[in-house]
C-alpha cells in the first residue's frame, strides 16, 4: 500500500494548482437514502420482503453519540476514559435507521421499553440480524470502506 502511495505522488506546483471548489458547502453529493432487506421475517401483504431504510449521519453526532457512550474511571489513581462500544454502534445504528423507527411511541410500548436500542434487539432476535443490522449501519456510515475501495472509487 506504500507503493500505491509513493507512485501517486505530486509535487508542490501540482498541489498549489489543484481545484478546492469541489469540497466548499453545497457542492458535495447529497447522502442518500438506502434500502436494504435486513431480515425475511418481515413481509409486506402481498409477501415481499419489508426493506429497512437507512440514512448516514453525521460526523459529528457520532462524535457525540461516542461522548455520550463514554464512561470516565479512575484506575489506580488514574483517569480513564473507556467507550461502551457494543451500545455506541447500536446507538449508531438506531440513529442511521429511518424505518423501522425504533423511537416510535408504537414501539415503545409494544415492547414495553423506553430504549431503542432494546428494541431493535427484540425486533431482529433471530441469529445474525442484528449483526446484519449492525454490519449494514456501519457500511452506510462509512466504517467499513478500505483504502482499496477509496481508491477504485475514485478512479471512476
Given amino acids: 500500500m506504500v507503493n500505491q ?28 437514502v438506502i434500502k436494504h432487506p435486513i431480515s425475511k421475517r418481515f413481509l409486506d401483504n402481498d409477501g415481499n420482503i419489508i426493506p429497512f431504510i437507512f440514512k448516514a449521519i453525521a460526523t459529528e453526532r457520532i462524535d457525540a453519540i461516542e ?44 415492547y414495553k421499553t423506553e430504549d431503542p436500542i432494546e428494541i431493535a434487539k427484540k425486533v431482529l432476535h433471530v441469529g445474525g440480524e442484528y449483526t446484519n443490522w449492525i454490519q449494514k449501519c456501519s457500511e452506510i456510515n462509512g466504517f467499513d470502506d478500505t483504502f482499496e475501495e477509496l481508491e477504485e472509487s475514485a478512479k471512476n
Avoid at 502511495?5 to 478546492?20: T, V
Avoid at 454502534?89 to 442511521?96: G, H, K, L, P, R
Fill in 5 to 32: 502511495i509513493e507512485n501517486n505522488s505530486m509535487n508542490e506546483d501540482e498541489i498549489q494548482s489543484m481545484d478546492l471548489s469541489f469540497f466548499l458547502p453545497g457542492n458535495q453529493k447529497q447522502v442518500e
Fill in 67 to 110: 461522548e455520550l457512550n463514554t464512561r470516565i474511571t479512575n484506575f489506580k489513581g488514574r483517569r480513564q476514559e473507556r467507550v461502551d462500544y457494543a451500545r455506541f454502534i447500536a446507538q449508531v445504528a438506531v440513529e442511521t435507521t429511518i424505518y423501522p423507527d425504533f423511537s416510535a411511541a408504537d414501539l415503545r410500548a409494544a
